[in-house]
């Protein structure tokens, strides 16, 4: 409950924040709150870390491999992605046989490509505890875009799709 006051740089007590400061003000801001105040904290956390996984060995996968070799892989239920997702758009007939063919692609994948999928469209490898039930949103499917291109996914929305030359992914 006691306020401590922090100065993001030297001298930074006296300074002013102005338009032309701002952006620098943000960045030291972000900075210090970000990596400064809790770098203990983070630095107890890897040598915890290290002393099972040699810091080198770490090294060898991205964020994404690192989630999926730590949490492991989940079963999957298709049936239940199929009970439990919204069509986003109007649905055509090429619409339903592009959707046809994904549920094919799908069951045909592995525990490690569903994870992979997952991944791809909601960000997380891991799905809640009552699996696609529980996914807020649940998992959407739009056919918008251009004919051609590859899926793209919005995260936030838990969103597959194809997007069009026009929108920014």
Not at 47 to 74: F, Q, S, Y
Not at 77 to 83: D, T
Not at 106 to 133: I, K, N, Y
Request: proline share 4%; with cysteine; hydrophobic share 40%.
């Amino acid at each position: 409950g006691t306020r401590v006051s922090v100065e993001l740089c030297p001298g930074g007590s006296t300074k002013v924040v102005k338009e032309e400061n701002k952006k620098e003000y943000v960045n030291m801001l972000a900075k210090y709150l970000m990596v400064d105040r809790i770098n203990k904290q983070v630095q107890a956390f890897i040598e915890g870390v290290n002393t099972l996984v040699p810091a080198e060995l770490l090294t060898l996968w991205d964020e994404g491999e690192l989630e999926l070799l730590l949490c492991g892989i989940r079963q999957y239920n298709l049936q239940l992605l199929k009970q439990h997702h919204q069509i986003i758009g109007v649905q055509t007939i090429r619409f339903s046989r592009v959707l046809m063919w994904f549920w094919e692609a799908l069951s045909h994948f592995s525990t490690e490509d569903m994870a992979r999928f997952v991944q791809f469209v909601t960000g997380s490898s891991l799905l809640p505890p009552g699996g696609w039930a529980d996914l807020s949103p649940s998992l959407q499917i739009s056919l918008g875009g251009d004919a051609g291109n590859l899926p793209t996914s919005h995260t936030c929305f838990n969103q597959i799709g194809r997007a069009s030359c026009r929108e920014r992914v």
